[in-house]
């Protein structure tokens, strides 16, 4: 389901020096049901409980780390994440390389394009943030 979000928020707690109990207590879910979540016994949460998960973590919004975050939950859901849908022009070559991805007959500079498209979304925009 969502094993690596739950090893990714498993791993930011701890890193905060943060116990599972007094963490749920913050987030006000209990931790039998927390704990799965962090074993991928469970999906990732929606949006609204992504962000309670980022203040109780002390994630800035928009920062590398909640990026991750909302990538590795729409992910774990079985969501392409928002951010690569915001962008229309990648949108629209996602048919291409799903295409790819499941040995489809594929165009091989229609294939160059969307690798090119993919590591220009991975560089800084001009306010210095990644955009996916």
């Known amino acids: 389901m969502g094993e690596a979000f739950g090893q990714y928020i ?23 049901n927390y704990s799965k979540l962090e074993r991928g016994l469970l999906s990732p949460p929606d949006e609204g409980r992504l962000a309670a998960l980022e203040l109780a973590l ?30 229309q022009q990648l949108a629209g070559k996602l048919p291409l390389f799903f295409r790819t991805l499941e040995g489809g007959p594929v165009d091989e500079d229609k294939l160059e394009e969307v690798i090119a498209m993919i590591r220009q979304a991975w560089t800084h925009d001009a306010q210095g943030s990644v955009q996916v």
């Open 10 to 32: 498993r791993a930011l707690r701890l890193e905060r020096g943060i116990g599972l109990r007094e963490f749920c207590l913050r987030i006000a879910v209990d931790p039998s």
């Open 58 to 87: 002390d994630v800035e919004p928009g920062s590398e780390q909640s990026r991750e975050l909302r990538r590795l939950a729409a992910l774990g859901c079985g969501s392409i994440p928002p951010a690569v849908l915001s962008d």
